[in-house]
């Protein structure tokens, strides 16, 4: 006999038994509960953020706003995304809405720095430099937004950035005990948003689990500085 025929009549025989087929049943259900279970959380973690998003106008008045990094280019200028986050939280800083704004973003490399740019930007729209925190440390919106409680010793914030992405923090903000608004950052058409909205469906499931479940430390916490000071004590150039 065919050394084929008889490799395939084997594999035949052993999936008629019982307990191939139990497997074969199980790996099916999985298929299909799987996707249906990373929808139900993406779904949820909308429900629950799509809760705390309010006007600029209407939003309640808070201890700060927080600002969330986003993309700075080589020469320092800011993304139109993150220009359009800066915007909405220097006019929510204007019309009294917080006495202080937290810069939250990437600073992990000499030669990549999203908080000193944000700052820039404010500062040239008069912000003084005393009420603008630089938070260095904000790897990812989890982290951000624990070390907005845990450093800045935050209790009420407004949190601004574009609608996708919010919902997913007022979610972390919420589980992690912060009474959290959103205002969204939408002032006009982004390049890439269905690979925005596409890559935030897992980003809501991981933070999901990471904000309900196992709320693990940030990668870096350190000494305190409460949003209620001097936000140069920030700063790291002169």
């Known amino acids: ?33 799987a996707p249906a279970t990373v929808l139900l959380i993406n779904n949820y973690v909308q429900k629950v953020g799509s809760q705390y998003l309010y006007g600029a106008a209407e939003v309640p008045q808070a201890e700060a706003v927080l600002v969330l990094g986003a993309y700075v280019y080589p020469d320092g200028t800011v993304s139109p995304m993150l220009n359009d ?31 000193n740019a944000m700052k820039d930007f404010l500062k040239a729209k008069n912000v003084p430099g005393e009420d603008i925190f ?26 601004v950035t574009q609608e996708y992405h919010l919902l997913r923090a007022l979610f972390i903000a919420r589980e992690l005990g912060l009474e959290a608004y959103g205002v969204p ?43 209620s000071g001097d936000g140069r004590l920030t700063d790291d150039k002169n």
């Open 1 to 33: 006999m065919n050394v084929i025929v008889y490799r395939k009549l084997n594999i035949i025989a052993m999936l008629k038994k019982p307990y191939w087929k139990g497997i074969i049943l199980l790996l099916v259900i999985i298929s299909l509960i």
């Open 85 to 115: 986050r800066l915007t909405i939280g220097y006019e929510l800083y204007k019309h009294g809405k917080a006495p202080k704004i937290i810069v939250s973003g990437d600073h992990g490399r000499k030669d990549y720095d999203e908080v």
């Open 134 to 159: 630089m938070d260095h440390a904000g790897f990812s919106t989890y982290e951000s937004i624990y070390r907005a409680r845990d450093i800045f010793r935050v209790k009420k914030v407004i949190i």
């Open 185 to 227: 950052s939408d002032r006009r058409q982004y390049l890439f948003m269905e690979h925005y909205e596409l890559r935030e469906i897992a980003a809501r499931n991981k933070d999901f689990f990471l904000a309900k479940i196992l709320k693990p430390k940030p990668t870096f916490l350190g000494e305190t500085i409460p949003v």
